[in-house]
């Protein structure tokens, strides 16, 4: 089984900085893409953030150049920095990762369980 556990989300005034981190862990033979997606109340859920396995980042539009996507390979771990945060960034932020499980077999995406994100004005 694999298991993403997020952590680092929180209330933060606005202009504030978070980190949040997800950490993949279980049968895991290879991680490939990594990333963070965000769903805010009766929005649809939509990418933040993607890196791929050799650190090409892609960020989307509304929160580039304040929004960064790193990941740590050795931890299976990946991280939003989200600095210069707005009211409208609140939302519940999903990591989700590309995992192969076995040798040769299908690359399955995983979620994480979700962590809010809460900007005040």
């Known amino acids: 089984q694999v298991q993403l556990v997020e952590s680092g989300g929180g209330l933060v005034a606005a202009g504030g900085s978070l980190r949040l981190s997800c950490a993949a862990s279980?049968?895991?033979?290879?991680?490939?893409?990594m990333g963070w997606y965000r769903q805010a109340p009766g929005k649809q859920r939509e990418l933040v953030a993607d890196?791929?396995?050799?650190?090409?980042?892609n960020v989307v539009d509304s929160v580039k150049g304040r929004f960064t996507i790193s990941r740590d390979n050795a931890k299976n771990t990946v991280y939003l920095q989200m600095n210069s945060l707005k009211p409208e960034d609140t939302a519940v932020y999903y990591c989700?990762?590309?995992?192969?499980?076995?040798?040769?077999?299908?690359?399955?995406?995983?979620w994480g369980q979700g962590t809010q994100v809460t900007v005040s004005s």
């Open positions: 989700n990762v590309r995992i192969r499980i076995i040798e040769l077999g299908p690359w399955r995406d995983y």
């Open positions: 279980g049968s895991i033979l290879s991680i490939n893409g």
């Open positions: 890196i791929s396995r050799g650190g090409t980042t």
